[in-house]
């Protein structure tokens, strides 16, 4: 970051003190129904000695919540005398999101993963991702943020990395990403023409971090699969770091099947406004040209449904929950086991 004047939030915790300390980042935030108020975004540090840190995070989305759950299950499992190092714990990441179930900020509309490195001086989501990038991740050694696919998508439950163009780097996070004991990875190759990675895991990339990642479900709810993978791999990864030991390992269910997701054609929109019939099923494999779905006018059914079509060939790897849709509304995307 070439930005380093300080944020303007401040933590209650102390990050080099040994132990284990729970408590609040406050965003001072002054409205009509509190002045001089803030919003508590909660924290917590575990320490016991000098040793690498692992920031793990969730409720960047604030309606994904499988890993607002196994972070909390962890937070309070984790005692000091288990470690060596540091974890950093934030399992509400964009807290105003978080409490109102939303993607986005119900303060400003913003979505915090699509804000980084963020503004001291911005909106209140600009501010929490410039204080995760400022404050955070410079304390970090590895960076976990843990999504799913909140309430308008539903994906296989997977984990994924950030790419580099350093190789040595990129194996690094590779490394770390298969001790997860996650059923299946994805590496983004690709993009949606989105321009920079202004999410949390670019940040950490841009300042030389490992950062993993996972989509662990979806639909707006919690699945007993998507958490259990959310809690073995945090475990996992705290002993990949040598954090906690080598006998605290839950083992994985089997080997890791490592995909790819590229470029625009690995995506299905829809074309019209109507209501969506998925014609294939999360997990399908499908080929070039294959229907990928319908979408219907109910308030005219005497008009034939518009289809969409796969531009490749591959493993459906998410599709839309709500039934309705809107023309540019992502439908499927898919992922490969191999470039091509």
């Known amino acids: 970051m070439t930005e380093t004047r300080p944020s303007r939030l401040s933590a209650e915790v102390d990050f080099e003190r040994d132990g284990k300390q729970t408590g609040f980042i406050r965003l001072f935030h002054s409205v009509h129904s509190s002045a001089y108020g803030f919003i508590p975004i909660p924290i917590v540090v575990i320490r016991n000695g000098e040793g690498p840190t692992a920031l793990l995070t969730a409720g960047n989305h604030g309606d994904e919540y499988e890993g607002q759950i196994a972070i909390g299950n962890l937070v309070r499992s984790l005692e000091p005398a288990q470690i060596h190092g540091r974890v950093i714990l934030l399992p509400m990441a964009n807290f105003p999101a978080a409490l109102a179930g939303r993607r986005t900020s119900p303060i400003d509309d913003l979505n915090l993963n699509r804000a980084f490195p963020g503004n001291p001086d911005g909106s209140v989501t600009q501010q929490i991702a410039y204080y995760i990038s400022t404050a955070l991740i410079p304390l970090a050694d590895i960076v976990f943020d843990v999504h799913s696919g909140g309430s308008s998508l539903l994906y296989l439950p997977s984990v994924s990395m950030k790419a580099s163009p350093d190789k040595a780097f990129e194996q690094r996070a590779l490394a770390a990403l298969q001790s997860l004991g996650a059923p299946l990875a994805y590496l983004p190759r690709g993009g949606q023409g989105t321009g920079a990675d ?143």
């Not at 993993?212 to 958490?227: F, H, I, K, N």
């Not at 990928?292 to 929950?321: C, N, Q, S, Y």
Request: hydrophobic share 40%.
């Open 198 to 340: 202004d999410t949390l895991g670019g940040e950490a990339v841009r300042q030389g971090i490992p950062a993993l990642g996972s989509e662990l479900g979806g639909a707006g709810t919690v699945t007993p699969a998507g958490l259990r993978i959310a809690e073995r791999a945090l475990r996992n990864l705290l002993v990949h770091m040598g954090i906690l030991p080598e006998t605290a390992r839950i083992a994985a269910d089997g080997p890791m099947r490592v995909t790819y997701v590229g470029g625009a054609d690995y995506f299905v929109y829809a074309s019209e406004n109507g209501v969506w019939e998925p014609c294939v099923e999360l997990g399908d494999m499908v080929r070039k040209g294959q229907l990928a779905a319908r979408i219907h006018t109910p308030e005219t059914p005497w008009a034939a449904p518009a289809e969409v079509h796969f531009a490749r060939d591959g493993m459906v790897l998410v599709k839309r929950v709500p039934g309705r849709t809107l023309r540019g509304d992502c439908l499927f995307h898919l992922s490969t086991d191999a470039l091509g």
